[in-house]
């Protein structure tokens, strides 16, 4: 058994699995005992600063804290027990050089009785062990001093489970072990072995499984030659940014821009970015979700179509009043140069003082049909009313804008 782990899954739910528990451990007050702070969510032997790990705000995945886990400090996360279902569980984990970790899963746990199914050694060295497994001590490499990630996918419907750890697959096995152990998940229980127990736990996460970058909508809308893109995450694992590309005319997909994701949350996400000065055409987006390790996924695509201008329009500068600078934005339409033999119209954009002396000249060339933004720089001019000027065949199209220094 192997699970296809899509862990972002960008693509348009209506509803999907609904995540049961998230900390990062931001709310808390550094250099207290969690447990103290939280005991609901976290147990341990309550305010106990001997066996209660304190929150640390030394190492952070995400924000400024973490949990450390040192000797003999103890604290259980219970999972309310769980018998049917796909589950997972997800944190990361950071140890440094000279240091070690250890974390278990319980399949029976108090009031019910004691029942180890999996153990988990995070020896010094960045060598591990697993232990309550099929096979054990199964080994596996860590990475000191960097996070990493640990996952743990447990399919109680089909008594299966796999643990990964930075995307390699570390074992898959049969959760009961051949009926020795319940057919539950019931706790996660961190614990500080030894005295060179450091390790240090951020972004914990327990679901229904897949955990995905769950994109719950991407569109695009048009106006006058601008696209803006618009998309909303229900969850988010590890997502470091959205990489935007755009497609044209048959070209590959390219990059236009980027924009932060929101690490890991369990609270709606809204995202937005705008593609300006396009031409008319045809044009397909798609968003690239980078992980926090460099692992990727595609969404779908959303296509719109930017309409061929009809008319000539020379718009209102913006700003206007400004001081120093201004842009002027202006359509040349396709219908009057757009043939077999012609495809471009000669354009001249010219400014003016109230003389009718000529000041600058802003374009002066033969365009195809589009939307244009010209930048107008007035910084070695005096205040005052300037006119500009747009010709294009038979069109001409004059306006008034004021500078004031």
Excluded at 207 to 229: H, K, M, Q, R
Excluded at 293 to 320: A, H
Aim: glycine share 6%; hydrophobic share 40%.
């Amino acid at each position: 058994m192997k699970y296809l782990r899509i862990i972002i899954c960008l693509v348009i739910y209506t509803s999907y699995s609904t995540a049961q528990f998230f900390d990062n451990f931001e709310t808390y007050i550094s250099g207290q005992p969690l447990v103290c702070q939280n005991p609901i969510d976290w147990i341990s032997i309550p305010c106990d600063p001997t066996l209660d790990p304190f929150i640390s705000s030394n190492y952070a995945l995400s924000g400024t804290n973490s949990v450390v886990m040192v000797q003999n400090n103890d604290v259980v996360k219970l999972l309310g027990n769980q018998n049917s279902g796909l589950r997972y569980i997800n944190f990361n984990i950071y140890i440094p050089n000279g240091k070690a970790g250890y974390f278990n899963i319980w399949s029976g746990y108090p009031p019910d009785p004691i029942e180890l199914a999996l153990e988990c050694y995070l020896d010094v060295g960045g060598v591990g062990h697993l232990m309550n497994v099929p096979g054990a001590p199964i080994q596996f490499v860590y990475q000191n001093n960097s996070w990493f990630r640990l996952e743990l996918i447990v399919d109680l419907n089909l008594d299966q489970s796999e643990l990964w750890i930075d995307n390699v697959l570390i074992l898959s096995w049969q959760w009961t072990q051949g009926g020795t152990n319940t057919l539950r998940l019931a706790a996660n229980e961190f614990f500080g072995v030894t005295a060179n127990n450091e390790m240090y736990i951020d972004d914990y996460w327990f679901a229904d499984y897949p955990v995905p970058v769950e994109l719950t909508s991407f569109t695009a809308i048009e106006n006058n030659g601008i696209v803006e893109l618009n998309w909303e995450t229900a969850t988010e694992v590890n997502n470091r940014m959205f990489e935007i590309q755009r497609q044209s005319r048959g070209t590959e997909f390219f990059t236009i821009g980027f924009v932060n994701g929101h690490g890991t949350t369990t609270e709606p996400q809204f995202y937005s970015f705008t593609d300006e000065s396009l031409q008319h055409g045809k044009y397909q987006y798609r968003l690239k979700q980078i992980d926090l390790d460099g692992s990727y996924e595609y969404s779908s695509i959303v296509e719109i179509v930017i309409e061929t201008p009809k008319e000539f329009s020379l718009e209102q500068n913006y700003p206007n009043p400004f001081n120093p600078s201004t842009r002027i934005e202006f359509i040349v339409p396709a219908n009057v140069i757009e043939s077999e033999t012609k495809k471009f119209q000669l354009v001249t954009l010219k400014v003016y003082d109230v003389l009718g002396n000529e000041i600058a000249t802003l374009v002066n060339e033969e365009k195809p049909a589009g939307s244009y933004d010209v930048k107008f720089d007035a910084s070695q001019l005096s205040s005052g009313i300037y006119f500009y000027k747009l010709k294009a065949g038979s069109f001409v199209g004059t306006k008034k804008m004021l500078l004031l220094k």
